[in-house]
């Protein structure tokens, strides 16, 4: 079965959690319910219910993985489609993310999992405010 066969053309709405599960905003439809549960979805400026119906349309706004998405539904699935297929289903209006800052003078070396032994105590000097 392709992807496009999973989606029907005379679908008119679904429920905001299975919705935000099939265009690969979150990774499980359950996931997609505690987010409406704990207030962080809204449609259309309201508070949405994981029950509440999406239409094409539509403005969603959630806090997921502390980050504001904030999408237009364009195309209204029920079922996960490959990744493709989802990011023709919204237009995502969020706003770039964060990026991180080192303070100046210093450099975090590119692949890095942890900052060097030399570069640690200089942040610690800086936190300390001493020059030693």
Do not use: F
């Not at 997609?32 to 979805?41: D, K, S």
């Not at 998405?69 to 079922?79: K, L, N, Q, Y």
């Not at 975090?108 to 936190?127: F, H, I, N, Q, T």
């Amino acid at each position: 079965m392709t992807d496009e066969g999973r989606w029907s053309p005379g679908l008119e709405e679904t429920r905001i959690d299975r919705w935000l599960c099939a265009v690969r905003l979150v990774k499980t439809r359950p996931i997609g319910t505690e987010l409406c549960e704990g207030g962080h979805v809204r449609i259309n400026g309201n508070t949405a219910k994981a029950s509440t119906r999406v239409r094409i349309g539509d403005r969603v706004d959630a806090l997921i993985g502390g980050r504001q998405r904030v999408v237009e539904v364009v195309r209204v699935i029920e079922s996960r489609v490959g990744a493709p297929v989802a990011a023709t289903c919204y237009i995502d209006h969020s706003p770039p993310p964060p990026t991180e800052t080192m303070p100046e003078g210093l450099e975090w070396a590119r692949g890095a999992v942890r900052p060097s032994k030399r570069l640690r105590r200089e942040l610690d000097r800086m936190r300390r405010g001493g020059s030693y």
